[in-house]
């Protein structure tokens, strides 16, 4: 929840950044920068996000995307006069926390728009690659954690009543326990 | 004096359970064997199961709806309202009302006919009650199943790096496994419950009939997270699921009625 409430605030965050160019624009001069969420540093060679370093979202309760990316405190850009068009690159913002592990977003920008949302998966604790979104998804027999019998201590089913429990694989462990 | 056979048995591979049966299910309490040697290992198991089986008769004594003298019984005809029930029928049917909330109502503790009905959350609670009394006699590694209802400490080998393999029936061949999921030692979940239609499916109230799962489990860090959300979750359906996997630290794994699966990451080989 909370990755998917990042990606979102960095997606509105993203607007803001494109407005503020706009405005930017329009008032031929420096324009601020308001980003909600994670944007910090650059990889790409787009000067004009140098200064979109925001407040990351680490709310205990997953935020959507109007309240932590409205809510931003948005470094003030070093926005030059550059014309929406000249922005260009990928930008990445900084790893948040979430229950999952560490996210990142990045974003793809090209002549002043973004082409591209990327949430960058980072390393949990055991430095394994997390899904950042624990949603259900349909799953072949075949790709579930599969498991023999022999290979098992206990067995969990539908709450099995005392007569079924006499033929039950459960019975059986038991059995070999007892 | 040890007997060789013990010493050249690698340590940590034999088991020893204790089964009782009580709310309408058989328990099963399971230790290790302990390096101290298999009768010592016995010993300790029934002292153990003894203080377990005492507190599921205690709660099926209060809270079962078969049992006309009970508590539940007595409120269910209205003998006895809550304002004068027990304290422990009290924490119980507030407990069970937080959790109607937090569910958006996929878990109830009252039947449609408005009766209440505490039995779902019940064992769970005992198998809750029961873990905490076993960490109070000192026990640390041990995995006690309530008719498939899952609660582990520790690990099964002599060392804390194993975590408990616990199999979860396959509904449409119930001789078979249809996934493994690991829970205790270093796992992330000391839980797992699996809730469906297949033996007990009447106490399960379906409140959206979009619902066609036929067992789901869930593997959480306390058991009563994962026994009421599994119930939730064959009762509401896929948006219980996603709200489910959303808001708690859960993994899941349901079946639909025709055998096809539906898993959060956890359960991904």
New interface residues.
Partial sequence: ?KARGTLAAALASAGILLAGWQAGTQAGGVSTLASGTTSSGTTGSGPTAAGATGASGTGSS?TGASGTGSSGTGASGTGSSGSASTAAGTYKGSAVQT?FGAVQVQITVASGKITDVTALQLTDDDRKS??I?????????????????A????????????N??LT????A??AA?? | MPRTSDRLRPEGTGFKAATFECMGTVISLTFPDSSAGAQETQDELAAASAVVERLFRELDGTFSLYRPASEASRLARGELTLRGASPGMRARYAEAHEWRLLTEGAFSPERPDGVLDLSGLIKAHAIREAGRSLHALGRRDWCLNAGGDILVSGSPGPGPDASWKAGIVDPVDRSRLVSAYAVGGPARHAALATSGSAERGEHIWRVESGSDFIQVTVAAADIVTADILATAIVSGGMPMLDRAADRWDVAVLAVHADGSLMATPGFRA
């Fill in positions: 929840m997953g229950r997390v899904q979104s624990n949603r259900a998804a349909p799953l072949l027999r075949s790709e579930v954690l599969s498991a023999q019998s290979d098992v201590q206990t067995i969990s089913g539908a709450t099995v009543t005392s079924a429990y039950s694989l459960q019975a462990i038991d326990n007892l």
